[in-house]
Structures are given as structure tokens and as C-alpha cells.
């Protein structure tokens, strides 16, 4: 069964998903406005994945019998001046989303929520991959520098992420 508090976490963290699409389209945003075809892309295809998370939290709120609550959000970073800055923000958004999750565990952990806990971690697996990727990304950014021609190359690159597969 689980607790009023968990339900209210889990909610948040549907919403926080949600938020984090946001923040993700205007990371593309920036992007798409310098030209920067491929890191855009990237950033797209982030902000579906992570409208993906959301739903997957909305749909096992439903499977619990609960109701979701979707709330209103505040406005993402807009003001985002150089694609290493992009990834960078990104980077960090990952470590906050790996925050909430691990503390969401911690409660179903502490209720012996078990099926609950089953299903977060699908998310603290996920985190694990997201902040590697990110990470690796920045690593390149950095590298990189101001040399154009590296710079081209990694936005070719990533700008062949495709859809991923809708999540179950
Ligand atoms: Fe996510």
C-alpha cells in the first residue's frame, strides 16, 4: 500500500519529468537559434524522452488506482549563451533528477514499498546511462574548445539521435 507521502513524491516527480522536457526544448531552442542543427536534435529527442518518463510515472499512478495531479510549471533556462554551457546545464539537471530519484527509493524503501521500489528502478538504471552520456558530451565539448571543425563533426554526430522506443 502505498503512503499519502510516497503518492505525493511520485506526483512530483511525474511533474519534475515533465519539467525537464521543458528545460530540455529550450536547451534546443538556443540551439536551433545558432544553427546548430544537430545539438538541437539532441536536445529534442531528450525533451521527448523525458515527456516519456513522465508518462510512465502517470500511467503507474493510474495502475496504483491514484489519481495523477499535473501541476503548473515554472520557465526552464532560457538564457543559455554556448552549446558547452547547453550541456553543462544538462549535466547538472541529470545530477538533480538522479537526487530525487534516489530519495523517492529511499521512502519506498523505508515503507518496504516493494513494487513501488521495483519500479523506480527502471529510473535509477536510467540515471546511470543519462549522466554517463551527458557527461561524455560535456567531456567532448570541453576538449574541443573553439576548434569549429571538431565542433561540426560532434553536431553531425548528434544529429543523428533518433526517436527512442515509446516506453511501456
Ligand atoms: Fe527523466
Given amino acids: 500500500m502505498v503512503s499519502e507521502e510516497l503518492l505525493e513524491k511520485l506526483n512530483d ?6 519539467f525537464s522536457s ?14 546548430w542543427e544537430g545539438f538541437s536534435n539532441w536536445f529534442v529527442r531528450q525533451a521527448e524522452e523525458e515527456q516519456a518518463h513522465g508518462m510512465k510515472i502517470f500511467n503507474f499512478i493510474n495502475d496504483l488506482g491514484k489519481r495523477a495531479t499535473i501541476s503548473g510549471m515554472e520557465s526552464p533556462k532560457n ?19 538522479t537526487r530525487r530519484i534516489y530519495a523517492l527509493s529511499d521512502i519506498a524503501l523505508n515503507e518496504r514499498e516493494h513494487a513501488t521500489y521495483q519500479f523506480l528502478k527502471w529510473f535509477i538504471d536510467e540515471q ?22 571538431a565542433l ?9 539521435r533518433g526517436a527512442a522506443p515509446a516506453a511501456q
Avoid at 22 to 35: G, M, Q, R
Avoid at 130 to 148: F, K, M, P
Avoid at 152 to 160: N, R, S
Fill in 128 to 149: 546511470v546511462e543519462e549522466e554517463s552520456t551527458v557527461d561524455s558530451i560535456v567531456q567532448r565539448l570541453r576538449r574541443i574548445g573553439n576548434d569549429g571543425n
Fill in 79 to 97: 538564457d543559455t549563451h554556448s552549446v558547452l554551457e547547453a550541456f553543462e546545464s544538462a549535466y547538472a539537471h541529470e545530477q538533480e533528477v
Fill in 152 to 160: 561540426f563533426i560532434l553536431d553531425a554526430e548528434l544529429g543523428k
Fill in 22 to 35: 521543458h528545460a530540455y526544448l529550450a536547451l534546443a531552442a538556443y540551439c536551433a537559434s545558432e544553427s
Fill in 13 to 18: 516527480q511525474m511533474n519534475f519529468e515533465f
